[in-house]
């Protein structure tokens, strides 16, 4: 629900040419930082998923490698 949310405002930011940044903060990790990226969500704030991790340096890493397949 919430990239289908973030969809529609991207597509609106879009339209009025607006000089924004769409943040999504919160429940961000590796199975859907993709799929928020490619729903036009341009900053991704990850708390949990990386100081929860074991090595959060790697954490970080995966995840940004994840955003960039999503903006492919």
Known sequence: RTLDK???LSAEIAARALPVTL???GGVGLGNAAAAVRSGVTTLVAGSSVYGAADPVAAIGALRRAALEGSR
């Open 6 to 8: 973030a969809r529609r």
């Open 23 to 25: 943040e999504l903060d």
